[in-house]
């Protein structure tokens, strides 16, 4: 019986030992929950690359960028960004954008969009009698290629196109994002963050952690449980003695 006795005692103290760190935990983000307003939690966010994870908030690659001096058009799906701000949504890759006749002009396969520098669609050509593959500047202008290898030139108007023998042409080419454009877009997915007191109030229950902490509450509330059985027994046998 009495080494019986001491099986228990040993198994109620590490018991005991596990879920006051549980209790510990409970405590401290209790506390902090309760003086949410005083401390202003729901004013302050977490950006954590681990934490944004945990509530499926994260910033997509780019599909494409394209980059003419600090500006940035970058597309993600069907979704194109100007500097972070959507514009448009377009089915087709942006194949590259150029700066001509005091505006943005952006090539996909089958239409030009034209932006003014603050990057606001002005007008969407879709009369282009051929499929487009490249957009370039040549000294005469806007030249586009198509799959087939030929190039085409234009009016100002760029709704006359005609075949051009020009070889000298500056392509379009993919570029990087800027600093703030990065910053902007991160802002864009995923806004502020998570707020603080979102973030201790899912710690303190355990949603954080999604299925595992669910299970740990579980195996926590079966510890409660062994130790408060434990605890009873080890009162009866003193009582007896």
Not at 43 to 55: C, G, N, P, R
Not at 112 to 136: A, H, R, W, Y
Request: proline share 2%.
């Amino acid at each position: 019986m009495k080494k019986n006795m001491k099986k228990i005692t040993a198994l109620h103290k590490y018991i005991g030992i596990a879920v006051s760190i549980l209790l510990i935990h409970l405590a401290v983000t209790g506390i902090f929950l309760n003086h949410t307003q005083d401390l202003d939690l729901d004013k302050h966010y977490v950006t954590s690359s681990w934490i944004l994870d945990q509530y499926g908030l994260k910033v997509p690659q780019p599909d494409l960028v394209y980059a003419i001096q600090n500006d940035n058009f970058s597309q993600y799906g069907v979704e194109l960004l100007f500097n972070g701000s959507p514009v448009i949504q377009i089915e087709k890759n942006l194949l590259g954008v150029v700066w001509y006749n005091g505006q943005y002009i952006l090539a996909t396969e089958s239409q030009l969009l034209l932006m003014n520098q603050e990057g606001t669609l002005q007008k969407t050509i879709d009369l282009v009698p051929f499929s487009i593959q490249k957009i370039g500047m040549h000294d005469s202008g806007l030249v586009l290629q198509d799959k087939q290898g030929r190039l085409w030139s234009a009016t100002s108007v760029l709704t006359d196109w005609k075949e051009t023998p020009i070889k000298s042409v500056s392509w379009s080419s993919a570029g990087s994002l800027t600093s703030i454009n990065k910053k902007r877009i991160h802002r864009y997915f995923v806004g502020d963050g998570v707020s603080l007191e979102q973030v201790i109030l899912d710690f303190h229950s355990g949603a954080i952690f999604k299925q595992a902490g669910k299970l740990f509450f579980d195996i926590t509330g079966l510890l409660l449980i062994i130790l408060s059985l434990s605890g009873l027994l080890l009162w009866s046998s003193k009582r007896k003695r």
